[in-house]
C-alpha cells in the first residue's frame, strides 16, 4: 500500500503530441514579455519602500543590499530561463516541478502559487488605494461610509480588481496592450527622475519570473522569447535596483527620506515641488501594471493545475472566442477581491514571499536533477532510450550514488539553514556558538555533496538553447539561499502556510490524487491487462 502511495505522489509528467498546439492564443512577442515581466517587477512600492529600507535599515548602504537581493534573484532566473527553453506551457514552477520531481511536489508549489498571487494582488490594490490617499488628502477614505472605514473595509479595491479582471478576460492581446502603456508611462517617468538624479524602484521578482514564464502558452516562440525576455528584466531590473539605491542617498540625506513617499519627499526637499505630481502618475501606473501582471499569472496557474486534474477540472474552460480561462480568472479575481476588501496593507503584507521562495527552491532543485538525468521533457525520450517510444508517464530513476548524494545535498541544507536561524535567535552566546558549529560542520557535507555531484558526468546532453551554468553549484547557492531567506520570516507566514497546506493536502488527497491525467491514464493502461489475464 505504502508503494502504491508514494507511485502515486511521486509520479512525474512528460509533454505529449505538438507542444505549440494550445487552447489559449499565441500571440505576445519577446518585446511583450519583456515589458509584461518589468511591468510586475517594478511596481508595488516601488516609491515608498526603497526610501522606508533606506532610512530604517540600510542607511547609504542600500546599494548593498538591493545587489545581494538582485543577485539572489538572479540565480533563480538562470532556473526559470533553462525550463521556460525546454517547454513551451502554462504553469511555470508547478509545471516544472511536475515534469522534474513529482505530483504531489508540483501540487505544494502550484496551490501556493495561488495564494500568493491573489494575497499579492491584494497588497498592491491596498498599496495603490493608500498612495492616491497620500496624495490626494485622503479623498478615497472620505468617500467610504463611515461603518466601512472604521473596520478598515475599502469597497474601492473591489471595483479595480473588476475593472482589471474585466481586461484580463476580455484578450491575452488586449492586455498586453495595457501593459505595454502602463509600463511606458512608469519608465518614462523614471527617465525624467534620472536626469534629477533619482531613479524609483523596488521589485517583486518571482511575480515578473511567473508573469514571463507562464506566459509560455501564449507566446509566439517561447524557446527564444523566455529566455531573452528573462534575461532582459534581469538586466533592467538590475539597473534600476542600482540606480535607486545610489539616487536616493545622493538626492537628500538618508535621515530625511521618508518612509511613505521617498520620492516625493526628496524633490520637495529639493524645492522641485511639481515633480511630485508627475512621480504621483508613474507611481499609480507601476502598481496599475503589478497588479495587472499578477492577476494575469494567477488563473493560468489554476488553468495549468486544472488541465492536469489535481484540481477541478472545470477551471480549465477557456472562452473559444477570446482564448482566455475566463472561470479561473473570474475565481482568481473573487480571492483577490475577499482578501482586499477585509484585509490591510499590513495584514496582507504578513502573509507573503513563502510560496514564491519555495518555489525558487524547488525550481533550483529541479535542475539538478534534470542536469544529471538523461530526459527530453518534451518527448519523454532518455539517453539509454533515444528513438524508442515513451509513454507519457515516466517515474524518474536515477542511479543509487546520485539520488542519495542529492537527498543528501537538500537533507544538510535544511539543516544548515535551520542552525543558522537558531544562532540568530539565540539568547545566549554559548548557544548561537554551539548553532553556528553545527551549521559549519553541516554546511562541509552540503558542499560536499555538491562536489561529488560535480565529479559525475552530466548524462542529460539533449540540445537546449538556454542553460544553467556551474551545476549543481548554482542552483545548489540558489536552493541554500531561498531555504535561508524561508527562515527569515515571521511566525504568522508560517502558520498562513501550514492552514493553506493543511486544506491542500485535503483538496489533493480527497480529490486530485484520484483525478489525475496520470491517474487517469494508469487505470486505462491496467485495463488492457486485466482484459487479457480474464481471457
Same mark, same amino acid.
Given at each position: ?40 517587477? @517594478? ?74 498571487? @491573489? ?47 474585466? @481586461? ?86 538618508? %535621515? ?69 480561462? @475566463? ?28 510560496? %514564491? ?17 538523461? %530526459? ?160
Amino acid at each position: 500500500m505504502g508503494d502504491i502511495w508514494w507511485t502515486r505522489i511521486s509520479r512525474t509528467r512528460n509533454l505529449e503530441g505538438d507542444v505549440m498546439q494550445t487552447e489559449l492564443k499565441r500571440c505576445l512577442s519577446t518585446f511583450d514579455l519583456v515589458l509584461m515581466g518589468i511591468g510586475s517587477m @517594478v511596481g508595488s512600492g516601488m516609491y515608498v519602500l526603497a526610501g522606508e529600507i533606506a532610512h530604517e535599515i540600510t542607511g547609504p548602504a542600500l546599494f548593498l543590499a538591493f545587489l545581494v537581493a538582485g543577485v539572489a534573484s538572479g540565480l533563480s532566473a538562470w532556473c526559470y530561463a533553462e525550463f521556460g527553453a525546454r517547454v513551451p506551457k502554462a504553469g511555470s514552477a508547478y509545471v516544472y516541478t511536475y515534469l522534474t520531481i513529482g505530483e504531489l511536489a508540483a501540487f505544494v508549489i502550484g496551490w501556493n502559487l495561488i495564494l500568493e498571487h @491573489v494575497i499579492g494582488s491584494a497588497a498592491i490594490v491596498r498599496g495603490l488605494i493608500g498612495y492616491i490617499n497620500a496624495i490626494t488628502d485622503n479623498w478615497v477614505n472620505n468617500a467610504i461610509p463611515d461603518a466601512l472605514l472604521e473596520k478598515d473595509w475599502d469597497p474601492y479595491v473591489v471595483i479595480l480588481i473588476v475593472l482589471l479582471a474585466l @481586461v484580463i478576460c476580455y484578450g491575452i492581446k488586449e492586455t498586453a496592450w495595457l501593459n505595454n502603456i502602463l509600463t511606458g508611462i512608469n519608465l518614462s517617468v523614471a527617465l525624467m527622475i534620472i536626469v534629477f538624479g533619482g531613479l524609483p524602484s523596488h521589485t517583486s521578482p518571482s511575480w515578473g519570473y511567473d508573469t514571463i514564464t507562464i506566459a509560455s502558452e501564449e507566446a509566439l516562440t517561447p524557446s527564444f522569447s523566455i529566455p531573452v525576455a528573462l534575461a532582459s528584466v534581469v538586466v533592467l531590473v538590475g539597473l534600476l535596483y542600482c540606480s535607486v539605491s545610489i539616487s536616493l542617498t545622493l538626492l537628500v540625506p538618508y %535621515t530625511q527620506i521618508s518612509n511613505d513617499s521617498a520620492f516625493a519627499s526628496a524633490f520637495k526637499y529639493l524645492d522641485i515641488s511639481w515633480a511630485e505630481y508627475t512621480i504621483s502618475v508613474g507611481a499609480i501606473a507601476a502598481m496599475v501594471c503589478a497588479l495587472l501582471g499578477i492577476m494575469f499569472t494567477m488563473p493560468r496557474c489554476i488553468y495549468a493545475m486544472s488541465s492536469d486534474g489535481i484540481i477541478f477540472t472545470f477551471l480549465s474552460r477557456v472562452n473559444p472566442k477570446t482564448q482566455v480561462p @475566463v472561470l479561473a480568472t473570474i475565481i482568481g479575481s473573487v480571492g483577490v477581491c475577499v482578501f482586499a476588501f477585509f484585509f490591510t496593507l499590513q495584514e496582507l503584507a504578513e502573509f507573503m514571499s513563502i510560496g %514564491t521562495l519555495l518555489a525558487y527552491a524547488l525550481i533550483a532543485l529541479a535542475i539538478i536533477i534534470l542536469r544529471y538525468h538523461p %530526459t527530453d521533457l518534451i518527448s519523454g525520450e532518455t539517453g539509454s532510450s533515444a528513438g524508442e517510444e515513451s509513454p507519457l508517464v515516466e517515474k524518474i530513476v536515477w542511479k543509487k550514488s546520485q539520488s542519495i548524494v542529492v537527498s543528501l545535498f537538500v537533507v544538510f541544507t535544511l539543516l544548515t539553514v535551520s542552525f543558522i536561524a537558531f544562532a540568530q535567535i539565540s539568547e545566549t552566546p554559548g548557544g548561537a556558538i554551539t548553532c553556528s558549529v553545527f551549521a559549519g560542520l553541516f554546511a562541509v557535507v552540503m558542499i560536499g555533496s555538491l562536489v561529488y555531484l560535480s565529479l559525475i558526468s552530466k548524462e542529460n546532453n539533449f540540445s537546449v538553447r538556454w542553460k544553467v551554468p556551474f551545476v549543481p553549484f548554482f542552483p545548489g547557492l540558489s536552493v541554500f539561499v531561498n531555504l535561508y531567506l524561508m527562515t527569515q520570516l515571521n511566525v504568522w507566514t508560517w502558520v498562513r502556510f501550514v492552514c493553506w497546506m493543511a486544506a491542500g493536502f485535503l483538496l489533493y488527497f480527497v480529490y486530485g490524487v484520484k483525478n489525475s491525467n496520470l491517474e487517469r491514464l494508469a487505470e486505462e493502461n491496467e485495463q488492457p491487462t486485466s482484459e487479457s489475464e480474464n481471457a
